[in-house]
């Protein structure tokens, strides 16, 4: 399994060559990393608010070494003034070499001494090191303390940032490697844990739980409740437009696309009521226009009320 993770892993390049952290596949097109590691990249401060519009430059050494791609950034947290985010995901334009692969990934509520290991490019290092270590719990960010338990060998460090924390137990990614500790006597970095990045970004959630997208109107919040509770009871996740998002925060509308397409399916629900009140009602229909989907497939909300394996 160790494969998938070698062929997953991205190195991160400035305009002219120099490698600044790293990143992995996360999907056919899609990167994940750290916001500040696009920022470096970029020439940009660690804390600009806005999402940069510039292409990211990077290469996947571990298939294709020094073949030069690039990316756009389509989600962007740059790093709170708490400590939390320090996020950053990118759509390739070219197509990925052949080998290349995305990541898999577990959520792990747990992961007290559980062993990891990643790979990162330090200073010098720009072909990569190993570093090992055990993972602890996590800060009041919800980020995970990782230290080196080692005598000997590489410790997490900068240029470790945006690299995939694997965990041997579970064959799988459970986080990203966000920052390090910088005094010289501790051996101790920080990792953002999988379930923290699937609420900053639905793709990820899409690729361990696939989800069914709820879009509606305000007039049907109620019904849309029971729809929901009835889903989850059958075991089908659901995302629903307003949670986790806040209109007019960072990416809202980026995020809404996302998650549109990132569903296994999109549920319009647009009833009687709904159609009658107004584009005040119909405001919840957003994320589904802003997608640019289309319906391929509807019945009548009262219709599909009467539906015997689903009592909403």
């Known amino acids: 399994m160790q494969e998938s993770l070698e062929a997953s892993l991205v190195r991160i390049h400035t305009a002219d060559g120099h490698v600044v952290g790293a990143g992995f596949l996360v999907g056919e097109r899609h990167i994940l990393t750290c916001a500040h590691v696009v920022a470096g990249a970029l020439g940009l401060a660690d804390d600009i608010l806005e999402k940069p519009q510039a292409q990211v430059t990077f290469d996947v050494p ?45 959520q792990v509520e747990d992961l007290w001494e559980h062993s990891f290991r990643a790979f990162g490019f330090p200073r010098g290092q720009d072909a990569g090191v190993w570093a090992t270590g055990r993972l602890l719990g996590r800060q009041v960010t919800n980020w995970v303390q990782i230290e080196d338990t080692k005598e000997t060998g590489f410790a997490v460090e900068p240029g470790f940032s945006g690299t995939p924390v694997w965990d041997p137990q579970v064959e799988a990614v459970v ?82 696309r996302t998650a549109v397409r990132a569903a296994r399916a999109v549920l319009l629900i647009a009833s009687p009521p709904s159609t009658r009140s107004g584009s005040r009602g119909r405001s919840g229909w957003m994320p589904f226009r802003s997608a640019g989907a289309e319906c391929n497939t509807s019945m009548p909300a009262r219709a599909a009320m009467r539906r015997p394996y689903l009592n909403w």
């Open 62 to 106: 571990r298939v294709a070494p020094r073949r030069l791609l690039t990316a756009r950034v389509v989600l962007w947290r740059p790093q709170r003034t708490d400590g939390g985010d320090d996020i950053a995901g990118l759509e390739l334009l070219d197509d990925p070499p052949k080998g290349a692969q995305a990541a898999p990934l577990a």
């Open 175 to 256: 986080g990203m490697v966000v920052a390090a500790e910088k005094r010289m006597n501790l051996k101790t970095a920080f990792a953002i844990p999988i379930d923290v990045l699937t609420r900053s970004w639905p793709l990820l959630e899409s690729l361990i739980h696939p989800f069914v997208f709820l879009c509606y109107a305000r007039a049907d919040s109620e019904l849309v409740t029971r729809l929901k509770t009835d889903l989850l009871e059958r075991r089908v996740h659901v995302w629903i437009d307003r949670e986790g998002l806040q209109p007019g925060t960072l990416d809202w509308e980026e995020a809404l």
